[in-house]
């Protein structure tokens, strides 16, 4: 706000001047109870205390209020968040993912091990070695799924004796 103004003349002083000021100018030095009007000299503008005191210039609305949000119609309100209270909304919107992700990879597909050896076990007509070997073929995934293209229990089981053949020749 004072970014921009220098102290100039007689009484001028600053802090950093590194001395003390010549006179110490005493509180309310200057002021006249004769005229209510004072005059800037460098500016040449003379300026009506009074009217200053009670809020209201030339320039000022004719209601000589404050103008609210509401009479700005173009500007939005926004709302501020503090740090605290986004990073708490941050960690919500982690934890709601988490539980999302962990909440999809408990729904188990078909292609599963569990399910696919569930129907191993079922088909007609196998022993536990066959199991075993079975188990050795799907291991890998696209494995089960092609299992899981075969229907009927006699096309899954004749899929499997040629995948554990195929796999003993290797």
Do not use: Y
Request: glycine share 6%; proline share 5%.
């Amino acid at each position: 706000m004072f970014r921009d103004v220098a102290a100039t003349g007689v009484a001028a002083w600053t802090p950093s001047s590194n001395t003390l000021p010549p006179t110490i100018p005493q509180e309310g030095a200057g002021d006249s109870d004769a005229s209510s009007e004072f005059k800037d000299d460098q500016c040449d503008m003379p300026l009506d205390i009074e009217s200053l005191q009670q809020g209201h210039t030339s320039q000022s609305h004719s209601s000589g209020q404050k103008r609210t949000s509401e009479s700005i119609p173009s500007q939005k309100k926004k709302k501020k968040i503090g740090g605290a209270a986004m990073l708490d909304n941050r960690i919500s919107q982690l934890l709601t993912v988490c539980q999302n992700k962990s909440e999809g990879t408990s729904r188990e597909s078909p292609s599963s091990i569990d399910n696919v050896m569930t129907i191993v076990r079922a088909l007609p007509g196998v022993d536990s070695k066959f199991v075993v070997k079975a188990s050795v073929i799907l291991l890998k995934r696209s494995r089960r799924e092609m299992f899981l293209t075969f229907k009927e229990p006699e096309s899954q089981l004749e899929w499997l004796q040629e995948m554990i053949c195929w796999n003993q020749k290797k």
